[in-house]
């Protein structure tokens, strides 16, 4: 398109001079293309969860001090953390897993787990077994024990040891995933056990003095009797660092077992 401007223009009252016809034409061109303001209300990207959260190399151990919790208060029991030392070990091959229990695809790992719990010493020594489901990262399933689920009500059943998905791969910070959902009859009814996740943003957590950046992931246990939630409350908390692994642990006691509070406090790596 040309735009062609002549030397001057013909107005009421005589001629208007090339200059001023210029400057008139600039000024009514700036108050045809300046665009108005208008205030975007477009919300910031959600925050993903994003490197391997728990690597699971052989010989890696993670050591830690805090305090057992009490079994039905689910409260730090204090004198405890004189002594409480809690040592987390992945060991190079994961033994069979015990009867009953669903072999999901991916990879097992086993954890080996030892608590001092008692100043006399007295060791306590467990563990538990991680399902990743690729080499690398992946999904997280965590075998657990739902036998307090199944004497509370009365249900008789041999297949206590559950998988949960405890960490979901390249999560979204804020929104919650379904770990395990499960229902089934009781002498009260039908009875339901749902266990759900979630991510809290990535923030800084000071533990024996290092500071760490660290992804807090909830898991919220829910009961159901029919269709009424008749219990609910945090079944564990756990503080995760990419590259690193585990750097604070808070499972909850259910009533019958005591918990433990955990921070790091070493690791070999």
Known sequence: MTLLVTNTFQFKGGPMKYGHALLLF??????????????????????????????????????????????VNDTNITATGAYYTGIMTVLPAAPPLPPNVVNLAGTTF???????????PVWVESGFYVKRTSSTSGDFYFLTNAGRFYRTFGITRTDSLKWILLVKEN???????????????????????????????????????????????????????????????????????????????????????????????????
């Open 171 to 269: 999560a979204t910070v804020g929104e919650p995933w379904n770990a395990f959902d499960s229902t089934y009859t009781s002498g009260a009814g039908e009875a339901r056990l749902k266990i759900d996740c979630v991510f809290g943003g990535r923030a800084d957590i000071l533990l024996n003095g290092q500071t760490y950046s660290a992804y807090k992931l909830t898991a919220t246990r829910t009961v159901y009797l029919g269709p009424t939630a008749v219990a609910e409350g945090a079944t564990a908390s756990v503080w995760l660092v990419p590259d690193l692994g585990i750097v604070k642990f808070i499972f909850n006691s259910d009533g019958e077992t005591p918990g433990f509070d955990r921070n790091l406090l070493s690791k070999n790596f």
């Open 110 to 120: 086993f954890i080996f787990d030892s608590s001092l719990v008692d100043p006399a």
């Open 26 to 71: 600039l000024v009514a061109s700036m108050l045809i293309v300046i665009p108005s303001c208008k205030k975007t209300t477009d919300p910031e990207p959600a925050e993903q969860v994003s490197g391997d959260l728990f690597p699971l190399t052989a010989g890696h151990k993670l050591t830690f001090n805090g305090f057992i919790r009490h079994a």
